[in-house]
């Protein structure tokens, strides 16, 4: 039988490469069909790349081989030509120094591989922290109708009959061996209790906020945020996804049409309601910068402000991904927004319906799990930006997982000048610090660490830990991971390697923070800090060669999301001369 095409409204992009008679047209398509390829899979089916993360050195990515066989088979059901494309995969497991610096390598060389190569559309499979930033980074850049399939989260982790999260039991159960009041034995058996199963941090950590965050922007099928990695639902998703993609083409429905202002402001409110990851932040700004859109701190600060987070998740909260799945997911978090007047209802998705149309129907099952707006975990969730003379394009925290009485506080600075000095100094009891003390980290910024390590949520000193302290003020120009928790100020910029005010802190400096009046003060002089920034001299020599002086030399700084700058705007994905 032979396959008739669909009437395209307009030629497709592939067909500069498979259609006709010419010697270019028959080098491309030749060399295919050497794969058993048909000949009328050239003749008018739209082209679907689907990329793919999957790596056995990115765990959270593991089973996105499998999980792509059903993205084919949907764009197989609605008429497409599904090609597995695999692209890099910035695990962040695995990557030294640390994964952020090669989230924009990742989204450079996948976005020339979207431009460079016979896509109609695209299907973006990711899952661990970076790889979803950097594909849809790179889908901005190109403007190729798009879709997110994310892989999911793991299974709940249980352990001496608690329920425990990945990531965030590691950081409490680290502290625990510290205090006394765990053994080593005890931390390493509880190993694999805590990632149980495929799939990605089952707390709201970076890859859940991120699947959360291309739900809320419309980037994703209606309910794909939460449905647990082994769950055959999400093998349906990616399944309906994959005919979905189809269509999209036929519709010429792109990221430029769903990736407005109103999309990301309606996904910076859906972060505070959900308790999202600090990274976001940086992720977001990258995002928009690609897409064009205006983003600043300054929105996450307005749209954020005064969103409470409803969400009972770990680490802000007690349940795991998994009961946030079985009580309705995202989507009951969005209508309960948008009934509450802080969602645009008419921003579009990726399904060609409104988010409303998508979401008004959702029911809450569990309302431990997502609270109702009059019962929240954290009245004022949202991320908040602070601003002051040690942060002049500010920094941010996350008020749903920092300690309420720290939220406003004046204590002594305990300067640690990078992590290698911080490593040295932490476990000595002759090391002058206390609960009351503010811990300071330099040198760990996108320049700096290089890469802007998660390194900012600074365990405590032991001699603190043992008098039962579980939280004290940090600061740094660095990151944290989205599972980690504590009043813990990240993303301070100007950074410290570029000479920011934070690269002049001295212990003994007495620091302000006052988080509902969104200040961040060093308390010296205008004078005093003008004098020290002007005898400042820099630390580290830039790499010299490969991405790493790439990296450092066209980084820009965590207030604009960390990218490299000329990678900003969208360049689209126009067909470029063929030599062959």
């Known amino acids: 039988m032979t396959f008739k095409p669909a009437k395209w409204p307009r030629r497709l992009r592939s067909a500069e490469w498979y259609e006709g008679s010419s010697k270019d047209v028959i080098y491309h398509r030749g060399w295919m069909k ?19 993360t999957w790596s056995d050195m990115t765990p959270c990515n593991g ?9 084919k088979a949907g764009i197989w059901e609605a008429g497409g030509f599904p090609l597995e494309v695999p692209v890099f995969s910035a695990s962040e497991n695995t990557f030294r120094p640390t994964a952020m610096m090669f989230r924009n390598l990742a989204a450079l060389s996948i976005e020339e591989q979207i431009r460079g190569q016979p896509m109609d559309g695209c299907v973006l499979m990711v899952g661990c922290d970076k790889t979803t930033p950097s594909l849809l980074m790179a889908a901005a850049s190109c403007d190729l109708p798009s879709i997110v399939v994310t892989g999911g989260p793991m299974l709940n982790g249980w352990f001496q009959g608690e329920r425990v999260g990945a ?3 590691l950081w409490r159960f680290s502290e625990a061996v510290k ?17 149980r199963s495929s799939g990605s941090c089952n707390t709201m950590g970076t890859a859940s906020s991120m699947a959360a965050m291309s739900e809320a922007l419309g980037m994703a099928l209606s309910g794909n945020a939460a449905i647990p990695a082994v769950d055959s639902r999400r093998r349906v998703m990616a399944q309906l996804s994959g005919r979905r993609i189809v269509q999209m083409v036929k519709d010429d429905l792109k990221p430029s049409d769903v990736l407005t202002k109103k999309a990301f402001e309606n996904a910076i409110r859906c972060n505070g309601a959900v308790g999202g990851s600090t990274n976001t932040v940086v992720h977001m700004l ?24 409803i969400l009972n998740l770990q680490p802000s909260g007690e349940y795991l991904m998994e009961e946030f799945f079985y009580a309705g997911g995202l ?12 969602l645009d209802k008419d921003a579009l998705t990726v399904s060609g319906e409104t988010i409303w149309d998508e979401v008004k129907g959702a029911v809450n099952l569990n309302e431990d799990v997502i609270r109702p707006v009059d019962n929240p975990l ?47 100094q932490i476990e000595d009891d002759a090391l002058d610090i206390d609960e009351t003390c503010i811990m300071v980290l330099k040198n760990c910024g996108p320049k700096g660490y290089p890469g802007m390590a998660e390194v900012g949520n600074m365990g405590l000193p032991p001699k603190v830990l043992k008098k039962g302290i579980k939280d004290m003020i940090r600061i740094s120009d660095a990151r944290m991971s989205g599972t980690a928790y504590g009043t813990v100020i990240l993303h301070t910029s100007p950074e410290a390697a570029a000479g920011g005010p934070l690269a002049v802190v001295q212990n003994g400096d007495m620091i302000e923070v006052d988080v509902e009046g969104r200040r961040l003060h060093l308390d010296i002089s205008d004078v005093e800090l003008a004098q020290r920034l002007s005898d400042w001299q820099p630390r580290h020599e830039t790499a010299r060669s490969g991405y790493a002086w790439l990296h450092q030399t066209h980084v820009e700084g965590a207030d604009t999301g960390a990218d490299l700058g000329f990678l900003k705007g969208c360049r689209g994905a126009a067909v470029g001369k063929d030599s062959h």
């Open 286 to 309: 990258a995002i928009a910068g690609r897409m064009g859109v205006d983003l600043t701190l300054d929105d996450w600060d307005r749209c954020g402000r005064d969103i409470s987070t």
């Open 378 to 424: 954290t009245e004022k969730g949202g991320i908040a930006v602070l601003k002051g003379n040690l942060a002049p394009k500010g920094a941010i925290l996350k008020p749903s997982a920092a300690s309420p009485h720290l939220m406003q506080h004046r204590g002594r600075a305990v300067v640690f000048e990078d992590i290698d000095d911080y490593k040295a």
């Open 63 to 71: 089973h996105l081989r499998e999980l792509a066989e059903k993205v």
């Open 34 to 52: 050497n794969q058993g390829y048909p000949d009328d899979l050239f003749d008018g089916r739209p082209v679907i790349g689907i990329l793919n």
């Open 167 to 169: 990531g965030t039991h």
């Open 331 to 342: 989507p009951v978090v969005l209508k309960r927004l948008a009934e509450a007047n802080k």
């Open 179 to 195: 205090a006394g009041d765990m053994t080593q034995d005890e931390f390493l058996n509880a190993e694999t209790a805590v990632t």
